[in-house]
């Protein structure tokens, strides 16, 4: 199953995912909400005895969404399909490490998430000025150590080559 959170705070020059960039987190709720229905129309055309092995977040930035939204969508989707219980899934969510901290890694860990996926790019100050997206390595290693601590056994981090002002050279 995929679930695209359509939502960033800010917006990145480079970026070609399908977006809503807004600092109003209510204007995620009328997505939820149709969200919702569509969950229930959707199991509707399902065998509730099939095991959901792979579920995936993405965005957009599914950690725009605040820590009270976040679990509702899991909670309406374990309601409607058969999500396992035992974290044998890949139950796996894009996060952007400069609007998440350790309290939001734990919930999304509660939440029954295993595999997490973090937005860097680049770790260039120039390119990441270039591209309006600043993130310093160390808020991103933090999420990183963050996610290993509460237990996810899979992470890994998005890098981009071909922004603005990289080279071979600076990429490496
Ligand atoms: C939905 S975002 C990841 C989560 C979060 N929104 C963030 O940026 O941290 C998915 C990834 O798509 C990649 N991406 C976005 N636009 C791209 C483009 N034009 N070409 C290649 N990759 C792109 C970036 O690496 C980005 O981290
Ligand atoms: S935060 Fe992620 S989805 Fe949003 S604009 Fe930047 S790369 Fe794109």
């Given at each position: 199953m995929y679930f695209h959170i359509?939502?960033?705070d800010t917006v990145c020059y480079y970026c070609a995912c399908n977006k809503i960039i807004t600092r109003?987190?209510?204007?995620?709720e009328p997505y939820l909400e149709n969200l919702f229905k569509e969950v229930v129309l959707q199991a509707a055309?399902?065998?509730?005895?099939?095991?959901?092995n792979q579920l995936h977040w993405g965005g957009g930035?599914?950690?725009?969404?605040d820590c009270g939204q976040m679990s509702r969508p899991m909670a309406v989707t374990r309601q409607h399909f058969n999500l396992k219980?035992?974290?044998s899934g890949e139950y796996s969510i894009e996060i952007d490490p400069r609007a998440t901290d350790d309290q939001t890694i734990r919930q999304l860990r509660e939440l029954g998430f295993n595999r997490i996926s973090l937005g860097v790019q680049d770790f260039d100050p120039a390119v990441q000025q270039a591209v309006n997206r600043i993130q310093s390595e160390a808020q991103t290693f933090a999420v990183l150590e963050a996610a290993r601590k509460h237990g996810f056994r899979s992470t890994s981090i998005d890098l981009i080559y071909g922004?603005?002002?990289?080279t071979v050279a600076s990429f490496g």
């Open positions: 359509p939502f960033c109003n987190r209510a204007h995620a055309l399902f065998d509730n005895k099939r095991i959901v930035t599914p950690t725009f969404l219980d035992d974290d922004l603005s002002l990289q």
